[in-house]
C-alpha cells in the first residue's frame, strides 16, 4: 500500500511516508476546544482549582511540558511543531517492580541505527484517559501506573 501511495519515493517505508500517512489521522484527534484551551485563549471561564494545581504540576515538578508541548500536548517541537521528539524512557516490558527490564524495540528493526534502540516518539497527550493502555506496548493500564513510572524515573536522575 505504500509503494502504491508514494510511487515516486525511492522507498516505500521510510520516516517520511510513515508520517506523511499518519498525520492526518493523528490531526483529526486533537480538539482544541478544552476547558484548558478556551482559558489559555482568554475564555471567560475559570480553570478549577484542581485543573490550575495539574497544570502547574504538568508544566513544573512532573516537567510532562518539556516532552509533551503547551499548547498542543503532543510531541511536535516548537517552534513550528512539526518535528517530532524522541526519548528513551527505560519502558520496561512488564510490571514488575523488581526485574523489569527495557522493551524491546520494534522500530531497530525499521532504523538499525544502535542510537534508535528503545527510542520512542513523545505521542499526544489529548483525551489521554481515554486511551487505555498506555505506553507504546501497553505495559500500563491506568494513569496511575504510568505517573508511579515517571515518578520513580525522576527519582533515579
Known sequence: MFRKAYPDEPESLTTFTITN???PYIRSLTSLNSRFNLYMWGGNNKLLDAEKSGSTLFAGKAKCATCHYIPLFN???????????SEVIGVPSNTSKSNAKPDSDFRSIILP?????????????????LSASYMHNGV???LEEVAEFYNKEAERA
Open 113 to 129: 541505527n544502535p542510537s534508535s534502540i528503545n527510542i520512542h516518539l513523545n505521542t499526544p497527550l489529548r483525551n489521554i484517559e
Open 21 to 23: 500517512a499518519t498525520s
Open 140 to 142: 500500563y493500564k491506568t
Open 75 to 85: 510531541g511536535l517541537a516548537p517552534p513550528f511543531f512539526e518535528e517530532p521528539e
